[in-house]
């Protein structure tokens, strides 16, 4: 048992990120790289979908409260996350920390539950992805047969001269009184969107950390903006109908209907659970630590300043979107295209779809380079095959894993769908929450003394907080969430016991044979 939890030592992991050569990751990123990469992750569907059906069905205009506790809920584990990154800046993120600190078994935990937040969370989002995609080409008058445009089983209809998604327009033909039965049908076969938009964003990501942070600051850039047009938009439309806005807005805070989380404060509380995965993604900033210029320095920025600026963007979404239009009727797929179109802008849905594909772009493009990283660090410490740890000798980035974790991806987005992966997603990230706070806990008391250019405040208060609200909100997940995390979790301790251990440069020792990393072939290098 001692050995399953041997720590890697921090003078190992201080080296590993004082390597310099072909064979490591080049340090690119600065402090506006690393907040453009958090809220690339941050900001997607949670701002244009999350905010209404939370509102309508829990909190109403008072849903500024439950982003405001959701964001309280964050910032205790991105202040732990800042720590860790700017102390140990090193690839890996929450698998690393909780190598330094709780042991190898919790490591292997860590960095397999990781999976289901990056690879399977890219997947999921690349189909939500597709979606908007194929909306917008159908708009310029390109249309996908359906059977390129879903999964298999995916259900298509014709309506109003397009092939639209069932699921995505079943409330739309409700309101119409359209029976969908009396449409023409066809279903999905494979998504090639979706497929064809991982395969590009893996490309993005093999050609260099450098190329792919300026490509996801440029959609951030983008989508930022669509979010201030429609500030813009509505601020100056509640101003001139303010007894408008004063009617939706009120009552502010809609009283309770008789049961918990159906309005009053207990529904602000349920809104603030729902919408906390809203946030998920500012944690993978601390994956391209070993990525940063100057790491003590920006990682802490990165982290922090991406959960402030997002809380503030949400805050004033959902408080001009509840005064544009009433509470309870903001119950649709697209909330954010129902606001714009109260002012009066026809162009508003086209807005609503660019901002839309842009921030499901960038999220992509995060959580492949986050779990690209994870199996990068992993593969270092002899606990994968050592081709997942390869350092491309031109682009100075880990390509073999990079590919590997795109074809991973690209096949479950096109061909498998994966309606359950958020909230498996959603377990995996809380959990990693609740390592990373236990491990800056653990550390105070095991090294208080070792240097720290960032410290969480109020240790152990900060760090028990964390885990005590992200314990909860698991507590919150279904049943059959926990029981594909524990099926999950039992497959990675296979691997772990005949691969992972065996393998292992801890379990060898310090001095131990350091695991040798494949060269790049030479048509790869040059």
Request: charged share 10%; glycine share 12%.
């Amino acid at each position: 048992m001692a050995n399953l939890l041997a720590k890697k030592p921090l003078g190992m992991i201080m080296t590993e990120a004082g390597e310099t050569g072909e064979h490591s990751l080049k340090r690119a990123l600065g402090a506006t790289n690393l907040i453009s990469l958090g809220i690339g992750a941050i900001i997607g569907t949670g701002i244009f979908v999350l905010t209404g059906a939370a509102s309508a069905q829990y909190a109403g205009p008072a849903i500024v409260f439950s982003f405001i506790l959701a964001a309280v809920g964050c910032v205790f584990a991105g202040l732990c996350y800042a720590e860790f990154a700017s102390m140990i800046p090193v690839a890996g993120s929450a698998y690393t920390y909780g190598y330094a600190t709780l042991g190898e078994i919790f490591a292997w935990i860590i960095g397999w539950d990781l999976i289901l937040e990056y690879a399977f969370g890219a997947a999921t989002v690349a189909s939500g992805w597709s979606g908007y995609v194929l909306s917008l080409l159908q708009d310029i008058g390109i249309h996908i047969p359906p059977a390129l445009a879903g999964t298999p089983g995916a259900q298509f209809v014709m309506y109003n001269g397009r092939w639209e998604a069932l699921g995505r327009i079943s409330r739309t033909l409700a309101a119409n009184g359209v029976d969908p039965a009396s449409l023409p049908h066809q279903s999905g076969v494979f998504n090639l969107v979706a497929f064809l938009g991982i395969a590009a964003v893996t490309t993005v990501l093999v050609i260099g950390i450098k190329e792919s942070a300026n490509f996801n600051s440029f959609i951030v850039v983008v989508k930022v903006c669509v979010l201030l047009v429609f500030l813009g938009l509505g601020i100056n439309y509640i101003l001139q109908h303010t007894s408008m806005a004063t009617a939706n807005w009120t009552p502010f805070l809609p009283p309770n209907q008789g049961e918990f989380g159906k309005y009053g404060w207990s529904g602000v509380v349920r809104a603030a659970g729902v919408i906390f995965f809203a946030y998920i993604g500012f944690d993978a900033v601390s994956t391209a630590a070993q990525e940063a210029k100057n790491p003590k320095r920006d990682m802490p920025i990165g982290i922090l300043g991406s959960l402030v600026i997002c809380t503030i963007l949400y805050i004033l979404v959902a408080g001009v979107l509840t005064g544009l239009v009433k509470y309870d009727t903001l119950n649709v797929p697209d909330p954010i295209a129902i606001g714009i179109d109260r002012t009066g802008v026809r162009w508003g849905s086209l807005l609503v779809k660019i901002g839309a594909i842009c921030g499901l772009s960038s999220t992509m493009v995060v959580m492949l380079l986050g779990q690209s990283r994870v199996f990068f660090s992993m593969s270092r410490d002899g606990l994968l095959p050592h081709w997942a740890s390869a350092i491309h000798a031109k682009f100075r980035t880990p390509y073999l894993s990079s590919i590997f974790v795109g074809i991973f991806v690209a096949i479950f987005a096109s061909v498998i769908p994966i309606s359950i992966l958020g909230e498996l997603v959603s377990i995996g990230t809380l959990l990693a929450f609740v390592i990373v706070c236990a491990g800056v806990w653990v550390i105070r008391r095991t090294d208080p003394d070792l240097p720290r250019s960032f410290r969480t405040p109020w240790v152990p208060f900060v760090p028990i907080m964390g885990m005590l609200i992200s314990l909860l909100m698991m507590i919150g997940l279904p049943f059959d969430t926990w029981l594909r995390l524990i099926i999950w979790l039992i497959i990675g301790m296979v691997i772990y016991f005949t691969y992972g251990r065996y393998h292992s440069r801890v379990q060898m020792g310090a001095g131990g044979p350091k695991t040798p990393e494949p060269r790049p072939t030479p048509t790869m290098a040059d």
